[in-house]
């Protein structure tokens, strides 16, 4: 089933639109709580400790990630349901404080990420299997 979400560049940072809702992360609606789009992260999602008491999340294990500055740090990861559209999925979540949608995420809904800085528009298409 296609997808397409939109989003807006907030602070030069582009952002989607997310909510909690029945112990799901929900993509591309709410209006008070975005997720930056960070294309340097290779994780899928990671939130803050106050979404993950409110999701339903079981723990997966240890998971290693490089950060931009070349250094190695590991996260405890967990595994939460994500909708997006009308599908649910599990996925890998990192409890960090930041608010982060990364490339694994994208590459796994094969998107398309489209952030268009003269509108302030961020478009992300896909289609869920």
């Known amino acids: 089933m296609k997808f397409q979400m939109t989003g807006k560049i907030i602070d030069a940072e582009p952002r989607l639109p ?21 294309n340097g992260f290779t994780g899928s ?4 400790e106050e979404w993950g008491e409110r999701l339903d999340l079981s723990y997966a294990g240890i998971q290693s990630f490089a950060l931009a500055n070349g250094q190695t740090v590991e996260f405890p990861t967990y595994l939460g349901v994500l909708r997006v ?3 649910e999925a599990l996925f890998e979540l990192i409890v960090t404080g930041e608010v ?11 998107s398309r ?17």
Do not use: W
């Not at 999602?45 to 803050?48: K, L």
């Open 113 to 129: 990420v489209v952030i268009d800085c003269k509108t302030k528009k961020v478009i992300i298409e896909g289609e869920t299997t």
């Open 45 to 48: 999602v990671a939130i803050p």
């Open 18 to 38: 997310v909510q909690v809702a029945k112990k799901r992360l929900v993509l591309g609606c709410g209006k008070r709580e975005y997720m930056v789009i960070d």
């Open 100 to 110: 982060l949608l990364g490339m694994e995420l994208f590459e796994r809904l094969g």
């Open 85 to 87: 559209g009308h599908t």
